[in-house]
Nanobody
């Protein structure tokens, strides 16, 4: 499927970003069937689920993301977004989007939080 994550960068602690995930190879009728998810992998750690969003907009979040991160999607554009707020140094990781449950990861985007 080759989902494409973008929008990462270097940010100071307390800052915010908007990460985007494009699904150019999915047709609309297929895209809206999927639950989309954001994951992250910090250096030396396993990849972990950040949260997910259904086609209808229902979201779930990992405990580490609750209250700080927001996931949204624009089905018409086949885009999924992650808004990490109040970023902390421990949020430094490569962030990936995927279809929940799939093993197709595509290229992630690096988020680096400085103290």
């Amino acid at each position: 499927v080759q989902l494409q994550a973008s929008g990462g960068g270097l940010v100071q602690a307390g800052g915010s970003l908007r990460l985007s995930c494009a699904a150019p190879r999915l047709i609309f009728s297929t895209y809206v069937q999927y639950v989309m998810a954001w994951h992250r992998q910090a250096p030396g750690k396993q990849r972990e689920l950040v949260g997910s969003i259904t086609s209808g907009g229902s979201t779930t979040y990992a405990d580490s993301a609750k209250g700080r991160f927001t996931i949204s999607r624009d089905n018409s554009r086949k885009m999924t977004y992650l808004y990490p707020n109040n970023l902390q140094v421990e949020d430094t990781a490569v962030y990936y989007c995927n279809i929940l449950g799939s093993d197709d990861w595509g290229k992630g985007t690096q988020v680096t939080v400085s103290s």
